[in-house]
């Protein structure tokens, strides 16, 4: 049976095994989405200025939201690349590993094929290509789905510490440990190599991809919460963590600049190519090189964006895929985070003016805002947009309530969301050309924007809820052969 997972009716033991494991994987890497049954960031960054008390009361709803994710994602932490229930070929379990999504064995013409135990198959097996359909035990080995949910642990938990009156909180403490038990705690932490990120499987395979170094895209997040901490000078922040994260950064930036994987994702056109540059400049600043992730930026956006749209917005290279919808929204979330660390760099920077074919990032979202998902029958993505809409609208104005008409259309709670902290125009406004591009708009008020109800949620997912659907979903795919 090709491109079909072989549960063997002699290895009823073994499949058991794969569905729970696979089903544990699900739920973990849901927990991020669960807290919030609205937005899920593809990344983001946070500077610490967006983060000093006092508060406005107008972020009160902004500010519950996050010390519920930060509170959610701490009774599920801390993690470490050490707890995964499979190990990379490495044989060291202090190394990161991840399956390539979009593989899927192809048996038939293995001897014996029906007889194949689940690790035989993943070393026997040829592996084939489908774009945009996941193979669903790619979460066995669950690093990706823990470094998501760390990066969204530290994020929180550290801007939440903001929110105290004592410097010491349960919050900056929370992040203070996650960080050290994935980095630095020599009995669990991460070795800083991707060396397996991705990896295809079969005969020919066991190696990573240069698309793993995507994984860990989300140091952007982790970058903001070190920030956060450090700046605001947290005494749980120690100078003997601080020294220490610096010297793991270093090491993995050397892998980053020198590891052939590494490089090829360096120099990807596409997303992977963004999403390297947001890892890199992220990196950058957590050893306090500024001057280098300055460099990194202006690179970037003076070559690779230049490339990546069209006159009106769209991205062909995204548009190319098989999931146009969500690989549009995914790059324009990594253009973004990559303008706002080189803001955060170089104040001085004209980035959010910068140009791709005359198209700006603001142009993108214009594009996307009358893209349909529906048109390349893609389904649970349109939510994607919404944090991309409303970092419009806080960096370059709305002066005709386009974008804020666009939100409450779709039941987004924009002023109840975690990003309206920091997306806020009073301190993110950096485009110039008010005229063209709103910049200096008045910032819409938590009047002007619906209390959402039950009804106006598109989608309402909990963690119990998510372990039940995640259940259905593998059990159903596995015994019916779609997988």
């Known amino acids: 049976m090709p491109f079909t997972l072989m549960f063997s009716l002699q290895r009823r033991q073994d499949q058991l095994l794969i569905l729970v494991l696979v089903v544990l994987g699900f739920a973990q890497f849901q927990l991020a989405a669960a807290a919030n049954p609205f937005t899920c960031y593809a990344n983001d960054f946070v500077a610490p200025d967006r983060t000093v008390a006092p508060y406005a009361s107008k972020l009160a709803g902004a500010q519950d939201t996050i010390v519920a994710w930060a509170d959610e994602m701490a009774s599920y932490g801390p993690w470490s690349v050490t707890y995964k229930p499979v190990v990379a070929p490495s044989k060291d379990k202090h190394d990161y590993m991840s399956w390539a999504p979009y593989q899927w064995p192809d048996c038939s013409k293995v ?69 050290n038990t994935y980095f630095l705690d020599p009995r669990t932490a991460i070795n800083p190599n991707l060396n397996y990120a991705q990896m295809n499987r079969g005969p020919n395979g066991q190696h990573g991809e240069y698309t793993g170094i995507l994984d860990l895209r989300a140091f952007a997040k982790i970058a903001s919460g070190i920030l956060i901490l450090r700046e605001h000078k947290n005494p749980d922040w120690t100078s003997d963590i601080d ?47 500024k001057a280098g992730a300055t460099k990194l930026g202006r690179k970037y956006f003076g070559g690779t964006f230049k490339g990546q749209m069209k006159s009106n917005g769209d991205q062909p290279m995204e548009a190319s895929r098989s999931h146009p919808y969500h690989y549009r929204n995914f790059n324009i979330a990594g253009m973004i985070t990559n303008a706002r660390l080189l803001k955060y760099a170089d104040p001085t920077s004209d980035v959010w003016n910068t140009t791709s074919n005359g198209a700006t990032i603001k142009t993108a979202v214009d594009f996307l805002m009358t893209t349909e998902s529906s048109a390349s029958k893609e389904s649970n993505v349109t939510a994607e947009i919404y944090p991309n809409v409303a970092a419009i609208m806080s960096i370059y104005g709305d002066p005709q ?38 910049a200096g708009a008045t910032s819409p008020t938590l009047s002007s924007v619906p209390t959402p109800s039950p009804t106006s949620v598109a989608v309402e997912i909990r963690p119990g809820r998510v372990m039940g659907c995640m259940l259905l979903l593998v059990v159903f795919a596995a015994m019916s052969g779609v997988c």
Not at 140 to 158: E, G, I, K, M, R
Not at 253 to 259: D, F, G, H, S, V
Request: some cysteine; charged content about 15%.
């Open 111 to 179: 001897p014996n094929h029906n007889k194949l135990t689940q690790s035989q198959v993943w070393k026997t097996c040829p592996y084939v290509f489908r774009d945009g359909q996941v193979n669903p035990d790619r979460w066995l080995p669950n690093d990706f789905q823990s470094f998501f949910n760390l990066s969204d642990a530290v994020l929180y938990n550290a801007i939440a510490s903001t929110f105290q009156n004592d410097s010491s909180s349960k919050y900056s403490q929370n992040a203070v440990k996650f960080i």
């Open 243 to 289: 020294s220490k994260i610096i010297a793991w950064c270093k090491k993995y930036i050397e892998w980053l600049q020198t590891a052939p994987i590494a490089k090829q994702a360096a120099s990807a056109k596409n997303n992977h190519g963004t999403f390297y540059v947001n890892q890199m400049m992220a990196l950058k600043l957590i050893v306090n090189d």
């Open 401 to 438: 309530k386009k974008y804020l008409n666009f939100l409450k259309s779709s039941g987004f709670p924009y002023t109840t969301d975690a990003s309206y902290l920091w997306d806020q125009p009073a301190v993110n406004a950096g485009a110039k050309n008010a005229a063209n591009n709103g």
